[in-house]
């Protein structure tokens, strides 16, 4: 049976049955969004980490909240749930690599020169591939650009510089450079090595040395992994130096041509070859996303969805605490604090008495800490119809530590998703700030750029900058962001939290009430990358 099939009578009693209030969009309870973080953020959940006790706790009482609203199920086969099936791949014994140069073979030194990323898709590799400088390894219709013309990368491995050419947007540069994976697989390469364009940069040695791999894993298929992408490798300075041994040009060439702002050094075959053995042993385990329901009014409407989404995962326990010291990254803010207004999102819609024209879908992701895991699963693999969602409003780390005065709405450049944040912010004398920190490319590293990838205008709201949001910001990032002080001892504004979950639920009303849905901005390159059939909206 599907979503728009299901009997809503009963949903229909709650929301229809209530009496008007004087304001129907009635305003979040302070008390109510301090008990959901402080039962989300208490040491007993241990932290919310992936596919553990404590995260399937914090699971159960979103469902539980969610069934308590009158929420219908959104999940897989009638039920709360989504559960993601994860893979986490370490390496068995040490990899080998030896590198032929300049009619030498030698073997490479693990973790000081070579590092292979640990496999989620082949338990053995045994493979001698050929190697090819494909420049920054970008291809990108939306740019008109294509690194890998005239070069043949069938069965060999693509070796590019890091990073973009400068003079890119700070956002697209960082879209390009997540997935240059997926481009090389689909030049036909089988193996990817990143070298920094900058002598001595930073490579991912020690990550693919000493770190697992987690993604999640369907059919064979790992999602951040492209199918023909076998390995991906970094190198030493000296080692990356090596590869251009006998070749038209050094290492030391190629990276001259790259210097002036916005070159792009043309690709060519190489002499040296690689050989690669590597085996990875795996732990599979699911972890749940939870999906909460209100069915639209609308006959011509609740077939498309708008989405409201946040992140109920953290890191966990800290593994090298020191005996007495706190072990435990709680999470407060990031991101139980989003949840907590989600749900009171979703309270003030069952308390509004008129059911939204479109059917809303709340989701609260797993695996975001990893690398967005469990949002891009979904969007691979919706429990409706993707083509049929409207909008994205994603609720990731809220700091309500001060009387906010405006909000961020990061992705506003690209699509009209952000004028309605605008309205329903003016409803509330909450203004709309622009993006304070385009360098770090907010846009594309939380749960709502999954869905954009996949054509659906999304954003990410931030509390902003104003009424001295900036020093506050600053200080959380530098003391508490991703530290075992993300905790309940913050001076926490429970009734900014709420006047934060208040605007959400406006937010996703005005979405989901109007007749037109939102659209991509002409000549954003998001949506002229992400829906290029769509039809858009002028700025």
Do not use: C
């Amino acid at each position: 049976m599907t979503l728009r099939s299901w009997a809503l009578a009963p949903l229909a009693a709650v929301l229809v049955g209530a009496a008007p209030a004087p304001d129907a969009e009635l305003a979040a309870s302070a008390d109510r969004v301090r008990a959901h973080v402080e039962f989300l953020a208490n040491d007993l959940l241990e932290g919310r980490g992936l596919g553990t006790r404590g995260h399937e706790l914090a699971a159960l009482y979103v469902a539980s909240q969610f069934r308590s609203l009158g929420l219908r199920p959104g999940g897989e086969r009638g039920g709360w749930y989504q559960r993601v099936p994860f893979r986490r791949a370490a390496h068995e014994g040490v990899p080998t690599v030896t590198l032929t140069a300049g009619g030498r073979t030698d073997k490479l030194r693990w973790a000081s020169d070579v590092a292979v990323r640990p496999s989620l898709t082949e338990r053995q590799r045994d493979m001698r591939s050929a190697l090819v400088f494909a420049g920054y390894g970008i291809a990108d219709r939306a740019l008109g650009t294509d690194d890998f013309r005239g070069l043949n990368l069938r069965g060999k491995t693509a070796v590019v510089f890091a990073g973009t050419p400068a003079g890119l947007n700070s956002e697209v540069a960082a879209h390009l450079g997540s997935q240059k994976a997926r481009m090389a697989a689909a030049a036909g390469a089988i193996g990817l090595i990143e070298i920094p364009v900058q002598p001595n940069g930073q490579t991912r040695l020690g990550q693919f040395a000493g770190s697992p791999a987690v993604d999640w894993v369907a059919g064979g298929t790992a999602g951040s992994t492209p199918s023909g992408l076998r390995f991906r490798m970094a190198l030493s300075e000296q080692a990356a130096a090596r590869l251009f041994t006998g070749a038209r040009a050094s290492l030391a060439q190629v990276r001259a041509q790259a210097a002036p702002r916005g070159a792009r050094p043309t690709g060519f075959p190489l002499t040296a070859s690689l050989t690669v053995r590597a085996n990875s042993q795996w732990e599979d385990f699911t972890s749940p996303a939870v999906l909460g329901l209100i069915p639209g009014s609308d006959p011509r409407l609740a077939s498309e969805y708008v989405l409201l989404t946040g992140h109920l995962d953290h890191l966990g326990i800290k593994k090298d605490a020191k005996p007495g010291e706190d072990r435990i990254y709680n999470g407060a803010l990031d991101n139980a604090a989003g949840i907590a207004t989600m749900v009171e999102a979703a309270r003030a819609f069952t308390s509004a008495g008129t059911r939204p024209r479109r059917s809303v879908l709340f989701i609260a992701h797993t695996g975001e800490e990893l690398g967005l895991l469990g949002a891009d699963y979904w969007a691979a693999n919706p429990t409706v119809p993707i083509g049929q969602v409207a909008a994205a409003v994603n609720l990731d780390m809220p700091v309500p530590l001060y009387p906010f005065s405006d909000v961020v709405a990061f992705g506003a450049d690209h699509s009209t998703v952000a004028r309605t944040v605008a309205a329903a912010g003016r409803t509330m004398n909450v203004a709309v700030s622009p993006d304070p920190m385009p360098e770090q490319s907010i846009f594309v590293r939380s749960d709502h750029y999954p869905l954009a990838r996949r054509g659906v205008p999304a954003i990410l709201l931030f509390t902003g900058y104003g009424s001295g949001g900036k020093p506050i910001w600053d200080k959380f990032f530098d003391e508490r962001y991703h530290s075992v002080r993300d905790d309940l001892s913050q001076p926490i504004l429970w009734d900014a939290a709420a006047r934060y979950a208040q605007l959400n639920y406006r937010i996703a009303r005005r979405l989901a009430d109007d007749p037109q849905r939102p659209r991509w901005y002409a000549g954003s390159y998001f949506g002229e990358a992400f829906a290029p059939g769509q039809p858009k909206a002028t700025r």
